[in-house]
C-alpha cells in the first residue's frame, strides 16, 4: 500500500472512531475544524495520536491550521515530518 494512502487512513479511522462522524460524511478534503468535527479539545487528541501514532514531534510552529485542516493537509504534514 503507498504510503500516504496508509498514513490517509489511519487519519481517517482515527477521526471516525474520535468523534463518531459518518464515514461517507468525511471526505479528505473536508475541513474538520470548519465543519464543527473537530473542536479545539479534539485537536489535542488529533495532535497526540499523531505524534504516537507515527512516532514524530509536532514543533510549537507547526501547530498552525494549514498543516492540520483536512485529512489531505494532514497527511500531507506526516509524510514531510517522516521524511
Known sequence: MNK???ISEKIRQF???TTFSPPDQ???D???FVQGI???MGF???YNYI???FDIKVEDNELVEENFESINTI???VVRKLN
Do not use: G
Open 15 to 17: 477521526i471516525i472512531e
Open 38 to 40: 473537530f473542536d479545539s
Open 75 to 77: 497527511t500531507d504534514f
Open 30 to 32: 473536508t475541513l474538520i
Open 26 to 28: 468525511l471526505k479528505n
Open 44 to 46: 489535542i487528541s488529533l
Open 4 to 6: 500516504s494512502l496508509e
Open 51 to 53: 505524534e504516537e501514532t
